[in-house]
């Protein structure tokens, strides 16, 4: 049977990308097939359909990281016909076919169950992205950052893991300091919970190695120049969950807060993620992420609107995240 995907290319001629018209067959290996209802747009996604980082690794490619669907074919033992579930990340649209498809293949073991909480239009919402939001929040917690110990600044506020971080912090009852380049949003950041705006140029220039103290811990988005101050700026025995490069993959810092004040930066993986650590980072999404914070976050477009959406988030005039559903 046939089904519509995004479809990326490359030839002698250069990379195209546009909708094509597919067969089951065409699918690659997996011992799970499932139909697709709900996709999302990730950053990373947003590189691999612009083409603006060599983020494919084989061609054709699917791209979409993410993906929530209905299980119609499995020879894997933990999943059935008709089970509900959502794949985030495991090289989905970079060496696997991903989700900007009607249809997709995978690994059992890539799968976690869609929790009963949340529709897969909502899963969507929250996505790589919110997913990635849940992880930070569980190492800050993990590493013993209390909510009594003092305000969480988080970076990027306005993207995708920024706005699910800032409301599962509020939720856990940290006070939380939204950083953005965006003062215009600070209304829909107070509305996901944010105590106080900062603006992301304080962060963004050069800044010396250690600075007053101020927060307690952090969920870093963007690296570079301000991760070095968000660390240069953290208290004593705080920490700092790292998980992205909007601004950069380098960091000019010293180790100054980190032998004087003791800070730990946690880096934040979503992609390899063990299944365990998915399950909890869900289940967490499950108890503290209200619906109606995911339908003020969330934008929706059809199929064929994803390279326009994707370019769109490069230049940054996005709003939380975007869902994709790939039956329109």
């Not at 209905?70 to 999943?79: I, K, R």
């Not at 409301?167 to 953005?180: D, Y």
């Not at 339908?295 to 326009?308: F, H, K, R, T, Y």
Request: glycine content about 12%; proline content about 5%; overall charge negative.
């Amino acid at each position: 049977m046939g089904f519509s995907a995004v479809l990326i290319t490359q030839d002698d001629g250069g990379r195209n990308i546009g909708l094509a018209r597919l067969d089951e067959a065409d699918l690659p290996d997996g011992d799970v097939a499932l139909d697709v209802e709900y996709s999302s747009l990730n950053y990373k996604d947003a590189l691999a359909v612009t083409g603006k980082s060599p983020v494919v690794r084989r061609f054709p490619m699917v791209p979409g990281i993410d993906l929530a669907g209905v299980v119609t074919d499995s020879a894997h033992a933990d999943w059935n016909e008709g089970d509900r579930a959502v794949l985030n990340g495991w090289g989905a649209g970079e060496s696997h076919w991903g989700g900007f498809a009607q249809k997709a293949r995978v690994k059992g073991d890539w799968l976690v169950p869609l929790p009963a909480a949340f529709s897969a239009r909502q899963a969507m919402a929250i996505g790589t992205a919110g997913y990635t939001a849940a992880l930070c929040v569980d190492a800050l917690v993990a590493h013993g950052v209390r909510p009594e110990h003092g305000e969480i600044v988080v970076t990027g506020a306005t993207g995708g893991v920024g706005s699910v971080a800032v409301a599962l912090l509020a939720r856990a009852g940290f006070e939380v300091a939204a950083a953005t380049g965006r003062p215009a949003e600070a209304g829909y950041l107070k509305g996901l919970g944010a105590g106080t705006v900062v603006d992301a140029a304080e962060l963004a220039e050069p800044g010396r190695p250690l600075q007053k103290e101020r927060w307690a811990g952090a969920i870093d988005t963007a690296g570079s120049r301000t991760l070095a101050n968000v660390c240069a700026r953290t208290r004593y025995g705080g920490a700092v969950a790292a998980c992205g490069l909007a601004q950069g993959m380098d960091l000019p810092a010293s180790v100054a807060p980190f032998i004087l004040r003791g800070v730990a930066l946690l880096g934040v993986d979503s992609v390899m993620a063990p299944r365990e650590r998915r399950a909890d980072a869900w289940r967490r999404l499950a108890r503290d992420l209200a619906p109606a914070v995911l339908d003020a976050i969330a934008e929706e477009v059809a199929l064929g609107e994803v390279p326009g959406a994707a370019d769109r988030l490069l230049g940054r005039t996005v709003r939380g995240r975007i869902v994709v559903d790939v039956n329109r």
